[in-house]
C-alpha cells in the first residue's frame, strides 16, 4: 500500500491524518489519487462501503481549501447523513478549517455557511440557496457528491442532478462523485467530463450467501472461493439461530425486513435469546437509554414497546420513529451495547452502521399498484454491503433466506452472482422538470430556450437520451409553466417569471402547488381549517399516509360529516385516485388531531403511524401553510391571510389557539402551556404578576422553567428562590429486571 507521505499535498493534512491513525492508502484511494484529482481533475469513485471513499473526498476538499481555489461543497441525500458527516469533519477544526450544516429544519450553530470553509448540506438545501441566490455559491472550489447512484432515485434523483447541471453551468468547479458500485458508472464519468476509479476490493472482505435449512452456502466474490457454513439448530426461530451464531462469535447482527411491522414483530421474536451476551454494565446503560424512549407515560405505545426492547439488547429501526428514537438506537449499536437492529432497509441508505452479518430476510417488498415484486440488485448489494465492522471484524457476511433449493439457486443467481442494474436519469418526470426550469427562470440563470437547452444539455437525462424526446420533455413543460401563468414569453422569446413564478420558485414548493394555492384562494372567500388542512395534503409536496383497508369506513363516514368544508372536489369511488384521496383526509385529520394536542400515544395508536411520520407530515405541511399565506398574499387574497398565519403557528406548536401566547415562550410547550392556562395564566400579563415561588409549584414547572419564564418576561429573578423541582409526567423502573419482566409479560 502507498504511504500517505508519498500524497503531493499539504504536510499539515498528513501529520493530521497519521494523528487519527491513517498511515496508509487502500488500493481504491491510490487508483484515485493517480488520476490528477489532487491536480482538480473530475473523479468518480465507485467502489463498496467502507473501502475509503470519503477519505478521498476529505483530502481533496482539504487540498483545495488549503492551497486557497476556494470553498468545499459536501452533497448528501439524506439529513441523517449530514448530520454524520458534519461531526466526523469537525475533526480539520484543529486545522482551521471550519465547518457548517444546512439541512432544511436545522442549521448547524456557530460558523454561518458563507463564512464556512466545507459545507454539508442535502442536495434540496443547497438547490434552495441556489434558487435565493447566495453569495457564496461563486467561491466554491470542489463539490463532492455522496450516494451519486440516486440520480436513479424517483424523489430525490432529479434535485442531485439539476443541483449538478446548474453548478456546472454557473461555476467552473472541480466535481468528485462518491458511488456504490453500479454496473454504468462511466457513464456518470462521462456525463460529468470525469476519470473512473470502480473497484470490488473491500478491507473487510465479504461473503454473500443463502441459508437453507441449517446451512448457509456462501460465495466470496473477491477469491471465487465457495464455503458452506452449518448453523446449530437449536431455537425454534431459524433467524434466532442465524443471529446467535454470529454473536457467539462476539459479532453484531443487522436484520432487514420488508415492513415496518415485521421489524417490531421480529425483534420481539429475538429479544428473549439475547440476555447471555450482554453484560450487567451494558444492560445498565441500554436500560438507562430504555427509559429515554419508552419510558414517559405519554409515550406512543410503539415506544414503550422499542424501549423495552432496547432493555433486551435488540432495537427495530424504521422511518415511522422519530429522530432521537433513531439516534439513540444507532449510538448505541455503534458503541455495541445493541447487539442486534432490525430495520427497514432505509438504514442501510441512511447511516454507516455496519455489522459482522447481515441478515436479508425479505427480498420481496409490497408497494401500492405493484403488489409484492423483488428487490433490486442495487438495493441487495447496499444492504449486504453493511456486513463487516471495519477495525473490529476480519470478514463480514451477507446471507439471504430461502425457503426451498430452487429459491436457493435462484437467489445465488440473480442477488450474489449478479452486477447491480444500470441507473438512469429521472428528470423525465414532468413535475421535477416544470419545478427546476421554473427554478431556473426565476434565478435568470436561463431567460430563453437556447440557455434553456444549455443547462438541460449539462444533465444526466440529456447524455443517455435521444434530442428529439428531450425537446419534448422541454417543450411540455414550458407550455405548463407559461399556461400555469407561472412564466411569460415575450415577443422576442424571452422567458420572466412573474411574480407567482418568483415566489413559489424562492418558496420551494411544486408549480402545481403554487396554481392550486392562488385558485382555490382566490375562489373562497372563507375556509375552514380543515379545509386548508386537506388543501394542503392535496399538494404533491406534502407526504401523506396510506388508507388501510380498515379504515375506509369510518373516513368515509368522516368525509360526509366534513363535505361541506373541503376546498378539493370529491372523486368518485372508481377513480384511480380515490385511495390517494382518503389517504389526504387521513393525514389531514392526523394534522387536526395535532393542532387540537390530542397525545402522541392516541394519536400514533388511532391512526396506525409513527411519531416520526406525524413530525414528518407537521414540518412539511407547516412550510405550506406559509407558502398558502405567501401566495394569497402576492394573488391578492389577504382574507385568508390571519387564519393562515394562526394556523401555521398551531401547527409548529401543536396547540389550541388560546394558547400560542403562550408557547411563544423559551422551555413551554404544548403539555406545560396547557398545564399554564388551566391554573388561569392564560396570557403574558397574568405570568409577569404571578410570584415566582407560586409560578414554581405549578406541576410540570419547576423553579428553573419559572425563573426563566420571569426572565423572558424582564422580571429580575433573586437567586433565594427555594428550588422546586417539577412533577415530571414519566414512569419510574428502576431496575434491569423490572423492564425485562415488563417485556416478557
Known sequence: MTSLEELTINKKIISHLQSLGIKELFPPQEQAFGTGVLEGSNLVLAVPTSSGKTLVAEICM????????????????????????????????????????????????????????????????????????????????IVVVDEVHLINDRSRGPTLEMVLAKLRQMLETQIVALSATISNASDIAEWLDAALVKSNWRPVPLSEGVYLDGTIDFENLETNQRSIKNIRRVRKEEIADIVCDTLDEKGQVLVFVSSRKSTISMAKRLAPFLRKYLSDDALRLLVQIAKKIGNKTSAPEISKILGKLVASGVAFHHAGLDNQERALIEDAFKENLLKVIVA???????????????????????????????????????????????????????????????????????????????????????????????????????????????????????????????????????????????????????????????????????PQTAIMFRDILSESETHTIFGILHMICHTPDQPVTYIAQSEIED????????????????????????????????????????????????????????MGDVHRFVQSAEWLIYAASEIARITDCPGHIPSLRGLRSRLKYGVRADILELVNLKGIGRIRGRMLHNQGLSNLTELYKIPVEELARIPTIGTTIAESIKKQLGVEVKSSTPHIEPIEDTEDSDSIQTLLEDFTS
Open 62 to 141: 482539504l487540498k483545495t481549501i488549503l492551497d486557497g481555489r476556494g470553498k468545499a461543497l459536501y452533497l448528501v441525500p439524506l439529513k441523517s447523513l449530514a448530520r454524520e458527516k458534519y461531526s466526523d469533519f469537525k475533526k480539520y477544526e484543529e486545522l482551521g478549517i471550519s465547518i457548517a450544516m444546512s439541512v432544511g429544519d436545522f442549521d448547524s450553530s456557530g460558523t454561518k455557511l458563507g463564512e464556512a470553509d466545507i459545507i454539508v448540506l442535502t442536495t434540496e438545501k443547497a438547490d434552495s440557496l441556489i434558487r435565493n441566490k447566495v453569495d457564496w455559491i461563486n467561491d466554491i472550489g
Open 555 to 610: 373516513t368515509e363516514v368522516f368525509i360526509e360529516d366534513h363535505f361541506k368544508e373541503l376546498m378539493i372536489e370529491y372523486p368518485d369511488e372508481l377513480d384511480t385516485g380515490y385511495t390517494e384521496f382518503l389517504g389526504e383526509i387521513k393525514t389531514a385529520r392526523i394534522l387536526q388531531e395535532w393542532i387540537l394536542e390530542t397525545t402522541e400515544k392516541d394519536i400514533t395508536e388511532r391512526y396506525n403511524v409513527g
Open 344 to 510: 427497514t432497509p432505509t438504514l442501510a441508505a441512511g447511516v454507516n452502521l455496519p455489522a459482522r452479518r447481515v441478515i436479508i430476510r425479505d427480498y420481496r417488498r409490497f408497494e401500492q399498484n405493484r403488489g409484492n415484486h423483488p428487490i433490486p440488485i442495487l438495493e441487495y448489494k447496499q444492504m449486504a454491503g453493511r456486513a463487516g465492522r471495519p477495525k473490529y471484524d476480519k470478514y463480514g457476511e451477507a446471507v439471504l433466506i430461502a425457503k426451498t433449493e430452487d429459491e436457493k439457486n435462484a437467489l445465488i443467481d440473480h442477488y450474489i452472482l449478479s452486477e447491480p442494474e444500470e441507473i438512469f436519469s429521472k428528470l423525465k418526470s414532468q413535475s421535477a422538470l416544470r419545478a427546476h426550469l421554473l427554478a431556473a427562470i426565476a434565478t435568470e440563470l436561463t431567460n430563453n430556450r437556447k440557455e434553456v437547452d444549455e443547462l438541460i444539455s449539462n444533465t444526466f437525462f440529456a447524455s443517455n437520451n435521444e434530442q428529439r424526446k428531450i425537446n419534448h420533455h422541454v417543450s411540455s413543460a414550458i407550455e405548463f409553466l407559461n399556461e400555469g401563468r407561472l412564466i411569460e414569453t415575450t415577443p422576442s422569446d424571452l422567458y420572466t417569471a412573474t411574480a407567482l413564478g418568483k415566489r413559489a420558485s424562492r418558496l420551494y414548493i411544486d
